[in-house]
Nanobody
Framework: QVQLVESGGGLVQAGGSLRLSCAASGSIFSINDMGWYRQAPGKQRELVAIIMSGGSTNYADSVKGRFTISRDNAKNTVYLQMNSLKPEDTAVYYC?????????????????WGQGTQVTVSS
């Protein structure tokens, strides 16, 4: 069983900072891309940031310069440092990762999602 567990959400005033963490656990062989998505009420889920296995990153235009994604491969964990938060950043944030896991004598790959963590930015 592989799972992603997020932490670090909460309520913060505009201009403040939060750091989200997402740890993968289980019979993990390796992890490919890891990313953060968010979904605001009444809106579709959107990509916030993604980090490849080699460390290259990509960000949504709306968060460039304010958010930083990083990963610790030894801990199978991805982080999202969010600075200069705005009310429009309010959403449920989801961690996503493509994980190769041990299945008998084989390694299989699948897309996994965390349960989501609420981030609320007050004006």
């Amino acid at each position: 069983q592989v799972q992603l567990v997020e932490s670090g959400g909460g309520l913060v005033q505009a201009g403040g900072s939060l750091r989200l963490s997402c740890a993968a656990s289980g019979s993990i062989f390796s992890i490919n891309d890891m990313g953060w998505y968010r979904q605001a009420p009444g809106k579709q889920r959107e990509l916030v940031a993604i980090i490849m296995s080699g460390g290259s990153t990509n960000y949504a235009d709306s968060v460039k310069g304010r958010f930083t994604i990083s990963r610790d491969n030894a801990k199978n964990t991805v982080y999202l440092q969010m600075n200069s938060l705005k009310p429009e950043d309010t959403a449920v944030y989801y961690c996503n990762a493509y994980i190769f896991y041990s299945s008998g004598s084989y390694a299989r790959g699948a897309d996994y999602w965390g349960q989501g963590t609420q981030v609320t930015v007050s004006s």
